[in-house]
């Protein structure tokens, strides 16, 4: 057979609930040239079943089944095990729009810049009971170019994992998935926009992203948020050693007890805390192991300092970001958004 223009890969665990309704969204894609390469992680439902008559039906889905070992080892073993020259995650209870793959496969053919391609998220549940992970969701749909995404790197992750779509001379030469105490998928993204890969969304909705109560980010300690700030603050380190005119020392925009939890993970990696900066009278005025806490309104003027906004309560990061612009200092010259 000659190579498919798509592979879609996708790890499954104990989905049987679900795997199938995911891939008949596939199957019913527009585009016509991809491959479905679905690798078990060792499920002890009737997950291994499902895939098995699927690939006796559909030429186009192939299924290998692994000893348990964790999403990681089931992501990568299917990323190669597949062929296609780009690569798409699908995740075994999210639904793929029917024009999901033709889209995202026509951006990169149009953009020989961009080697991560994602698109908007349709949010797929209970906005109500699950309010903080819908306007999470929205969110990364505000985030549609290669500077957005950059610049909003270090605040969440801006690229929703099941959404993607990448070359794969990029998996060759940046790396696939790695295993460790952290998101993988997060680290994947940072990692990569270190080594400086472009990435663009299509905007367009084209994939349902559902919310399951046994989703590995709610159940599992390496997507705990202590984890994900773990992993942020070494890429934020880096890119502050590279971009901060003057590294090591930065200003932070927040003083309470978990912005400064958050933010101290930077000291272990060699950054030097200027000052906090608050609003609330009862923290001015403070020192706080040594460290001033002031007010806002004494953070430096452009040039003179470098701030990073710890502060992540709704509404606070555009209020902050105006503040900021209106004192003239520009997000990734003078200060970036962290949380």
Known sequence: MSRPKVSVTMPCYNCADTVGRALDSLLGQSLG??????????????????????????????????????????ANEAIARSDGRYVARMDADDIALPDRLAAQAALLESRADVGLAGCLVRFGGNRSRCAGYAHYVDWTNTLLDHQSISLNRFVEFPVPNPSIMVRRDCLDSF?????????????????????????????????????PPGRLSRTHPKYDMDSFYRIKALYLARWLERNNPHHPEVHVLG??????????????????????????????????????????????????????????????????????SDRGLEPGRDWLAVA
């Open 33 to 74: 040239d991809f491959e479905i390469v679905a690798v078990d992680d060792g499920s002890v439902d009737e997950t291994p079943h499902i895939l098995q008559d699927y690939s006796r039906r559909y030429a186009q889905v192939q299924w290998h089944r692994i000893k348990h070992s964790g999403v990681v080892t089931a």
């Open 175 to 211: 790396g696939p998935y790695r295993e460790g105490d952290f998101p993988e998928d997060y680290e994947l993204l940072l990692r990569w926009l270190e080594k400086g890969v472009h990435m663009a969304k299509v905007p367009q909705e084209l994939l349902v992203w559902n919310d």
């Open 255 to 324: 003083a309470g007890r978990t912005t400064r939890k958050r933010a101290d993970m930077l000291l272990e990696h060699g950054v030097r805390f200027a000052a906090y900066y608050d609003l609330d009278p009862r923290k001015v005025g403070h020192i706080v192991h040594g460290i001033p806490v002031l007010h806002r309104d004494r953070i430096p003027p452009s040039g003179q300092g470098f701030c990073l906004s710890y502060v992540a309560s709704r509404g606070a990061r555009d209020d902050i970001a105006a503040f900021l």
